[in-house]
Structure formats: C-alpha cells, structure tokens
C-alpha cells in the first residue's frame, strides 16, 4: 500500500510542528504542501528529513509556496508549469517512486471581473497542456493540490450562497472537466458520492462547526492509479484544535507495492 496526501497549510512557518506531528501519525509516503510561504532558503527540508521524507520546494516567500515531501525518492523535479503564466510559486513536480506527483496552488480568482480570475483561467489552461504532456509518458500520474475549484454542488454547503463568485463558476468548473476528460479521475470521488464532505472552512463565523464549507483540495489520478484506488478519506481531525489550517488533509491509499 502506498498513500499520498495533499494539504495546504497555509503557512508551513506557522504549523510546522502541527505537519510533523501529522506526519508521524497518518505516515503518508508522498505528501503534497501548498501555501507554504517560504523562501527555498526557509524551507525546513532538514526537519523532514529527520522524519524520513526526501523533499523539494518552490517557494516565494510570504505567498504561495508548494513542496513535495516523500519517502519512496524524488527525481526530475520541474518547479513551474510549461507555459505557465504568472511565474509563481504554484506548482512543482517530480518523481516519487511509482507515481509522477504535482503539487499545485491554483489562483483564487477572487471575483469574476477581475485580472486574477482571467489569470486563474489561463493558469488552468497551462495545467492541462503540462498533463496532456505527462499523461503521453507517465501511467501513473497523480496532481493534489488546493484547486480553488468546486466541481458541482455537492462540494459546497450552499449553492445559492456562491452564486456569482469564484469557485463555482461555468468556466472554472470547465477548466477542470478538461483535465479529468485528458484521462483523469477525483480519487476522493470515486469513493465517496455524497454531498457534504468538505476539505476547507473559512475561519469565521464558526464556519467548522456549522459544516459550512467547500471541497476545493483534490486528489486527481491517472487511471492507471484510480484502478489502483483502495481508499480516500478527509483528515477533519487536522482543521480542529488550536492553530490549525483553514483545510484539512486529503489522503488515497493505492494497491501498489
């Protein structure tokens, strides 16, 4: 069994300790980090060695910010996406062991007139051109990441108190239908069919324990890995108690020896 995870933190300087505590006790072989806010110079890559996980990261100080943590190795790491626009700190790639991983930080959008929703939008077009690329020599292919995209209505607690916002719009929605249709699969998904069941709650208004959230932190894989699917869960334990992060973790395990 191998398990990969993904998670932003929102802020590894801040949870440091919480994602090592995490570590020892969901021990993930592959771990994907968004919103890290480091520099590469700040990036604890000692502090996961000494948990057992080889690492690489993509940083860009107090923005942003995507890592890779694993234990099965880490070859031909890429930071950035081909023709990706922008030049920030939102996806870097590579090898670990049987499986190609992308951990990624797509824009918020933040409205649906502004420059960064446009930018978001061509930011996804950059993805599905680095999958399609990927798909034609990886069998095992494996993007987790904080997509800022709900897919349909069951990934948030209320559709008409989305409507006209980021998110949950046609284009976006779109966007990542191309990717699933390159031969992609929401692992999480293809467990687990009921609305409800979110990764990420706004820290206000007591968002967490009204269940008012959304499912924006995914787990996609290549068929080849979906086939391999035994098991995919949401960690909510990890958005209670002090400190934490806005999301919680989303973990698969795969039939892979």
Request: some cysteine.
């Amino acid at each position: 069994m191998l398990t990969v995870a993904t998670w932003n933190v929102n802020s590894l300087k801040a949870r440091l300790d919480r994602v090592l505590s995490w570590l020892e006790r969901a021990a993930p072989d592959v771990v994907c980090l968004q919103e890290t806010k480091l520099t590469e110079a700040a990036f604890p890559a000692a502090a996961f060695a000494a948990a057992g996980y080889e690492s690489v990261h993509f940083g860009q100080g107090q923005w942003n910010g995507v890592a890779i943590l694993s234990k099965v190795g880490i070859v031909e790491p890429v930071r950035g996406l081909e023709d990706e626009p922008g030049g920030e700190a939102r996806a870097v790639g590579a090898t670990c062991g049987p499986l190609r991983v992308y951990s990624l930080y797509i824009p918020n959008g933040r409205s649906l007139d502004s420059d960064h929703y446009r930018y978001k939008l061509e930011w996804l077009g950059a993805l599905a051109g680095t999958v399609r690329k990927e798909l034609a020599n990886q069998e095992r292919l494996v993007l987790g990441g904080d997509f800022n995209i709900a897919f349909d209505d069951r990934d948030v607690w209320s559709p008409a108190a989305f409507e006209g916002a980021t998110h949950v719009s046609l284009p976006e929605r779109e966007a990542l239908a191309g990717i699933y249709q390159l031969g992609m699969v929401d692992l999480f998904r293809a467990q687990h069919q009921e609305d409800g069941l979110f990764s990420w709650w706004d820290y206000r208004g007591g968002s967490f324990h009204k269940r008012q959230g959304m499912r924006i932190d995914l787990l996609i894989g290549s068929h080849a890995v979906a086939n391999e699917l035994s098991w995919a869960v949401i960690d909510r334990n990890e958005r209670k108690g002090p400190g934490p992060s806005d999301h919680a973790p989303v973990l698969a395990g795969l039939e892979i020896e």
